[in-house]
């Protein structure tokens, strides 16, 4: 499956950054709102304020830990993702205030998992097609989406699991994507696989002396 806000994003230039723009950042999320709407009949209100925040808990996390970007700039974007998708469940700017019919080209599969929880559909778009636009952008091609986000179970137990437990929102927007989860410390960009094997890639090249 697709979650279906990349297409919306990949043609805009420098999204990497312009997402990093207060005003840019409620534009976008307001327009992933009018897409759940469109495709699923959805409707929210916005708190901006509660949106305000959680962007600028979102860049102050970052911002921290940004380093780690020099190491792997592709897994440190889905990391800074996951910060954003926990803001966002955290602070909770969208109310869900009605339902209209849906577009019949919907996704089928996604329909249980939206009435399921609308609202944590709707920040979690916001994140993986983030993440799609940006590495397409970037890198040429964008992840995958695992078989599990389209699985009610795993989003039963995403949304049991983040109302305890915030941070575990990075570690499912990564079984999401299919990277591996990291549960123990999911808000440690240090701690991700990716950035552990580049890291210790780096140090064995630094280790080998050169002969002759």
Known sequence: MSFIFK????HVPDLRHRLRQLRWFRMAFRKNAALITQHFGYHFSIDDTKLTRAFLNWIETVELQKSYADIDRKDFIIFAAGIALKELIKEEPAKLTGKTSENALSQPEMREIVAFWPEGFLYTNYCVGAIAAICQQEFGTAPETSKCAEDLRTWWSYRENVAEIPDYAIA????????????????LASAR????????????????LPTG
């Not at 499912?172 to 808000?187: M, R, V």
């Not at 696989?193 to 080998?208: E, V």
């Open 7 to 10: 297409d919306e994003l990949v």
């Open 172 to 187: 499912f927007l990564d079984k999401f994507i299919g990277i591996e989860p990291n549960w123990i410390t999911p808000n």
């Open 193 to 208: 696989s990716a950035i552990r094997r580049a890291t210790l890639g780096k140090r064995t090249a630094n280790l080998i």
